[in-house]
């Protein structure tokens, strides 16, 4: 037995509390209607009602509550009354008989109180919430009514519409206004005045949406075309373009895709998403994102704006998806996805979700499974995202082992389709060839894609005529090697971004000798001195292009690598031992005997003692002879040039470095490989080491072909993701027969399509070392009679392009844009197309 609280036991009400009645109960109680009647007229009644004598003096007379109230005027109760001692409550037919039978002093109101579910108890309420009722435009015309506790937020809406004479249909909303003058909005309509928190002496305003689709309250910036413009202006509706916030070009294309959705954009131009917002849904976002939403919508249909500021629609994504926090670039798809499943769930009409075991086919007929699988959705999911977008799936899994065969149907929002992915790539690399005079030479070569390094050599060597076993491939990057690359190397460990040379290596005629590759590095020496390393070495800068040579092992000393080196860089520096245009040098030793043999110079690394026991004193034009080559011309009298051979000054000093070039401490972190470096003086670098020549390089005749793109149609993209694939050791499929997990066979099928089909091209092809951009041109359909978008199994269903999400477009002023059918003008033949970018909303003449 439960009992509503009142102690007038003439009029207590039992009701019985069985499990399944529970809440039908609480419901009943909750429209239980109570009324408060004085007392000492409750109490002449009783006892006139006792005596049975129907001319007795004690007869009641009307019903007066004279005695309950402040005054007639306000026909306000006064505070502090006690039941019992002041008043009586009677329940509704009570009330109603005897108010035909007595009647009531004229222009008293009757007190009709309601049921409120407390924590602990039902209570009769006596006295109600007294609510400050204004609108937002004239907030000094204030009037006061009173409101049950258990009364819904709907019925402040009806009572602000009828005391202002708001016009019907208007869209409003409210705001709760508290004593210390913060405001919050009252979202949910259904929720009760107790679950608002509204208590005595608030104040509810309601604005109404203005005829632009903005908020008295918070009214946003509107972008239009001129100041003059600002309350003139009459555009076509949604032709409105989105202002840029900050790299927020993804979320605005985004929404002029959504915004010319003609189902969807009905639904809430119209309206009708106030009657399903969901509040309770703990997936959903408390009905704010859709909310913002409408709201950005309303204001590109007005028809009153140029462009919109989506700035409050900006927060409300951040606040939700901590993804999209701040001003960083972000990809359409993702934010597309998160809006359309927050819009569902903001959406959902189910309020609570049901539990529900799947089932697998067990050989029933695929129409059967598939419409169980929807109803079960459709259990769940119910919005008009889920009427609009989503459509089902046929999912096929086949045991390698059993040949068991499981079908499952499956719902998508939307199709995320793979593009055919090329087996072959276009590579670009630099061949540096073993002429001394000859610069390196830009080729664009074509390898298979799943190759190796031998492969890149092969396509080379039909370019250059070079033999592949005469080539080395090197990474290069900041004037070292980042990686030399064997031949057995896959390909797929080379990044497009990365600079790949490709070196010509020398070849002796008699194989005898071990050959070394090594590893060259150019250096500049400081001025001064490195103290802090903790030596007293000068400092090195690396510069230049690194070289890869192949030399006998014979020849790795200091004297015979000089020589290797300066006649291997001849395309680097300026021609030596003649007379410079800048120094007027005049080399002293002409006058020779030219019949002497030749004898070769020392090399600039001579000992110490030797360079002190130098004959000539050094002039400042002996200073310039001093940079010619250890290797004079054969002209050169040979009794002169071994006087002055001692004095001469090397161009550069060669070292043992590690792979880095910043250490002379052996090989080091090189391993087998040998690495040096050359260590430039500096001004014999600026006298005769020439930079602009060393950092030029030729093209091929390969780089002047137009590289051709793949076009590929959107139908083949489909075909190709309903091709049959066998599931990956990362994800095997439990089979319920071999009782083990299985790399199965799968094959996705499409199995029911929505009304608005949604296609994302998955533009990354992604291997275990990279993450390729696919450029391959997609050709799809734009009108119904454009031939190829059609689906024939198990229905034929045919659509027409409402809108293109386009990133990094080179032709606007964005990085993403949209080219959108205006829904507006779907039923003519040519639509209006419209391009959306930054700022603007522009017709396109051509069709596209």
Excluded at 807 to 834: E, M, Q, Y
Aim: proline share 6%.
């Amino acid at each position: 037995m439960r009992w509503i609280q009142t102690s007038n036991l003439m009029f207590k009400i039992r009701f019985p509390l069985r499990n399944s009645q529970q809440r039908s109960v609480k419901t009943e109680a909750f429209c239980c209607r109570w009324y408060v009647v004085e007392r000492r007229w409750y109490e002449q009644w009783k006892g006139f009602v006792e005596t049975g004598d129907q001319n007795s003096s004690s007869f009641p007379g009307q019903i007066d509550n004279t005695e309950l109230f402040e005054d007639l005027d306000s026909y306000h109760l006064k505070e502090r009354l006690v039941e019992n001692e002041d008043f009586m409550l009677v329940p509704a037919e009570a009330w109603h008989k005897l108010l035909t039978w007595y009647g009531m002093v004229d222009g008293q109101p009757p007190l009709e109180r309601k049921v409120v579910d407390l924590p602990s108890t039902l209570k009769v309420e006596v006295y109600p919430v007294e609510i400050f009722l204004c609108l937002h435009s004239n907030m000094e015309n204030v009037i006061t009514s009173q409101f049950s506790r258990a009364d819904n937020i709907r019925e402040l809406v009806f009572a602000i519409c009828e005391a202002f004479s708001v016009p019907p249909g208007s869209e409003c909303r409210l705001w709760m206004k508290s004593s210390d003058s913060s405001c919050e909005r009252l979202r949910n309509i259904h929720m009760s005045v107790l679950d608002a928190c509204l208590s005595s002496g608030m104040t509810v305003i309601m604005e109404t949406r203005n005829a632009d689709g903005t908020w008295p309250s918070s009214r946003p910036q509107i972008m239009r075309n001129s100041v003059e413009d600002q309350d003139s202006y009459r555009g076509q509706p949604g032709v409105c373009g989105l202002t840029n916030l900050g790299n927020t070009c993804f979320m605005n294309s985004a929404l002029q895709c959504l915004s010319n959705t003609a189902p969807l954009t009905e639904y809430f131009l119209q309206s009708s998403y106030l009657e399903e917002l969901n509040f309770t849904n703990p997936l959903g976002m408390k009905g704010e994102i859709a909310e913002a939403y409408a709201d950005v919508i309303k204001q590109m249909w007005s028809g009153r704006h140029y462009s919109v500021v989506p700035r409050v629609f900006k927060t409300k994504v951040g606040h939700f998806a901590s993804q999209f926090l701040g001003y960083q670039q972000h990809d359409s798809q993702e934010l597309l996805s998160f809006l359309l499943d927050g819009l569902h769930e903001d959406l959902n009409r189910v309020k609570n979700k049901e539990y529900i075991e799947l089932r697998d086919a067990d050989g029933r007929p695929d129409q059967e499974v598939a419409e169980e699988a929807w109803r079960n959705h459709r259990r769940r999911n119910d919005s008009v995202i889920v009427d609009t977008f989503h459509g089902l799936f046929k999912s096929t899994l086949v045991c390698p082992e059993c040949h068991k065969v499981s079908v499952t149907f499956d719902p998508f929002c939307y199709l995320s389709v793979p593009l055919p992915v090329s087996k072959e790539r276009v590579m670009e690399v630099f061949f540096v060839s073993l002429d001394p005079y000859a610069k390196p030479a830009q080729h664009r070569v074509v390898v298979p894609k799943a190759g190796k390094v031998s492969d890149l050599c092969s396509a080379l060597s039909e370019m250059t005529s070079i033999p592949p076993t005469q080539m080395v491939v090197a990474d290069v990057f900041n004037h070292r090697f980042y990686k030399i690359y064997n031949t057995d190397e896959s390909l797929s460990c080379i990044l497009d971004r990365d600079d790949i040379f490709v070196y010509e290596l020398s070849v002796l005629e008699e194989q005898q000798e071990e050959q070394v590759l090594l590893a060259l590095y150019l250096r500049e020496r400081s001025h001064y001195r490195d103290y802090g390393s903790g030596s007293s070495s000068y400092g090195t800068t690396l510069f230049g292009h690194p070289l890869l040579l192949s030399v006998p092992r014979s020849s790795c000393s200091r004297e015979a690598l000089y020589n290797l080196f300066l006649n291997g860089s001849q395309n680097q520096t300026e021609p030596l031992c003649n007379a410079d245009a800048n120094t007027d040098a005049v080399d002293p030793c002409e006058t020779t005997d030219p019949t002497d043999p030749t004898e070769p110079t020392e090399p600039g690394s001579a000992p110490p003692a030797e360079q002190s026991q130098q004959p000539c004193d050094t002039t400042e034009e002996d200073k310039q002879e001093e940079a010619c080559s250890p290797s004079p011309p054969a002209n050169e009298q040979p009794a002169k040039r071994r006087t002055c051979r001692k004095r001469r000054k090397s161009l550069f000093t060669i070292q043992a470095v590690n792979s880095n070039g910043t250490t002379e401490r052996g090989s080091g972190e090189g391993g087998t490989q040998p690495y040096v470096a050359i260590d430039w003086d500096p001004e014999m670098k600026k006298r005769f080491y020439n930079e602009n020549e060393a950092e030029k390089y030729v093209k091929h005749a390969s780089m002047e072909v137009p590289q051709q793109q793949t076009t590929v149609q959107l139908q083949e993209c489909i075909e190709l993701f309903t091709t049959v694939e066998t599931l990956e050791e990362e994800n095997p499929w439990y089979c319920p027969v071999c009782k083990k997990h299985q790399l199965a066979t799968k094959k996705l099928d499409l199995w029911s399509l929505p009304e608005v089909l949604i296609i994302h091209l998955k533009r990354f092809s992604y291997t275990k070392f990279t993450r390729e951009k696919l450029d391959s041109i997609v050709d799809f359909p734009l009108r119904d009679g454009d031939a190829g978008f059609v689906y024939f199994e198990p229905v034929m269903t045919k659509y027409h392009n409402v809108g293109l999400l386009d990133s990094a477009v080179a032709a606007v002023d964005a990085h993403c844009c949209a080219l959108v059918n205006s829904c507006a003008a779907v039923s003519s033949p040519r639509g209006l197309k419209t391009c959306c970018s930054d700022l603007k909303s522009a017709r396109l003449q051509a069709n596209w």
